[in-house]
Structures are given as C-alpha cells and as structure tokens.
C-alpha cells in the first residue's frame, strides 16, 4: 500500500448524484448518520453548497462538508473527514472550500456547532478564526452516553 500524497487533495462541488456517498462517510464518522434520503434532499436545496475531497487512489472519498446559505448568512451543517485522512489538512480545506463559497454568495457570517469535547474540531476552527459565540445544553444525542453540549462558533467573512 503507498502513501497517499495530501497535497494533491481535489476538492469538487457535490450534488444529489454524490448522496450515497456523504451518506457512507456520514455513517462511518458519527452517532447519528444522516440516511441518503436526507442528504439527497439537503443536496437538492438551491441554497446547499457542498464538496467532497479526493485523493488520488482509491478509496475516492477522504472527506465531504455540507452547508447552507440564506440571504447574507451561511451554516456548515456537517463535516467529516474518513479516520486514515484526519491531522492531514483535508477538513481544512473542506472549510476553505465553504468559505470561499459563502463570500462569492454575499455571506457575511458562517456560523456552526460542535461537540464541545471534539477538541481536534475546534483547533481546526480557532485556528481559521472562527470566534465562539455560545453553548447549546445537550444538543448531540449519543448513543449510550449522555448527551453532549454543543460549542457554536461564527466567523465573520
């Protein structure tokens, strides 16, 4: 097996032909996967803007994000990086990819959740500026455990 060479992430634009696929990654990296049903129809939103990162080689998929715009304001939804591909810079890119997006929309803020424990998370988003802005008591549901606060974070563009 090679090494994968990260600097030569591709990044595209992912539509409802790429569903099935965010749903696969979805459902390896989090308690509550999102079904393909879902995410078509995110995917099928005008306001959804959305990008899978590519390595060369199989397997294709290393990572996706998914948000939303609405008039000036812009949301990261979901973000996931496969486990071999995290601390490599391909969620930053993905983020990257979003902002960049949400500017050519006119957005002026870009707003998110994360678990307050996912300290490699929210590294990632201090670190592109990101400011957090609040607590949401028991947002994320886990299976087994007790539910997680949810830390919210907005970066003005």
């Not at 949301?75 to 601390?87: M, T």
């Not at 050519?104 to 929210?122: M, T």
């Amino acid at each position: 097996m090679t090494a994968l060479d990260y600097r030569h992430v591709s990044l595209l634009w992912a539509g409802p032909e790429h569903a099935a696929e965010i749903a696969q990654l979805h459902m390896g990296l989090f308690d509550t996967p999102w079904s393909v049903e879902s995410i078509d129809q995110l995917l099928n939103h005008p306001g959804s803007t959305a990008f899978l990162a590519r390595l060369q080689g199989p397997p294709p998929a290393a990572g996706f994000i998914m948000g939303q715009l609405a008039a000036d304001e812009a949301e990261i939804l979901s973000l996931g990086v496969r486990a071999d591909c995290q601390r490599h810079g391909v969620g930053r890119r993905l983020v990257e990819a979003l902002v960049r997006a949400a500017k050519r929309a006119d957005a002026r803020r870009l707003f998110l959740e994360v678990g307050h424990s996912n300290s490699a998370a929210i590294a990632l988003y201090k670190g592109l500026g990101f400011k957090e802005t609040g607590r949401r008591k028991g947002y994320y549901q886990r299976s087994g455990a007790a539910p997680e606060d949810a830390l919210t974070f907005a970066l003005a563009l």
